[in-house]
């Protein structure tokens, strides 16, 4: 009667150990993954700040150039005519509306599909941006995502 307790208990116990090597190796699974979350959104994060410093200079280059514009060719507003009229001082004038303008439209393909196009013609990173006037990592935003999709 012993040995059959015996070999119960050892059966018992061998089931044990493989239930928590299992359990152990769920557990170290889901630390990998929550690392890799983390590690992901480290990245995202680092992209995005790229991004917005990449604006913050262009914004910065553009009030330069606006400052300079506006410095060296300063245009003087028309001075708009007031209409203080009441409603005894209207002239007989007839209201006629502007006509519309009647323009073509053009096929402008956007900066996204430029910057494709571009740089499935073989075409790298930091020319796409210099010859489109934009920032080399909106453009390997721009190709990056594309690529995900």
Avoid: C
Wanted: glycine share 2%; aromatic share 8%; proline share 5%.
């Amino acid at each position: 009667m012993i040995y059959f307790l015996l070999t119960i208990s050892f059966i018992l116990h061998g089931v044990l150990i493989l239930i928590i090597m299992a359990l152990f190796k769920k557990v170290k699974h889901a630390e990998e993954l929550e690392l890799r979350q983390k590690q992901v959104a480290s990245e995202i994060e680092e992209v995005f700040n790229q991004y917005l410093m990449d604006i913050r200079e262009e914004n910065k280059k553009m009030d330069k150039w606006l400052d300079r514009t506006t410095a060296s060719n300063p245009e003087p507003r028309p001075q708009e005519p007031d209409h203080t009229e009441t409603a005894g001082d209207q002239t007989n004038e007839v209201y006629s509306p502007p006509l519309p303008v009647q323009e073509e439209d053009e096929y402008v393909p956007s900066l996204q599909s430029q910057v494709m196009a571009m740089y499935n013609n073989g075409v790298n990173i930091e020319e796409i941006a210099r010859k489109l006037n934009i920032g080399k990592t909106e453009a390997e935003l721009l190709v990056k995502f594309q690529h995900t999709k």
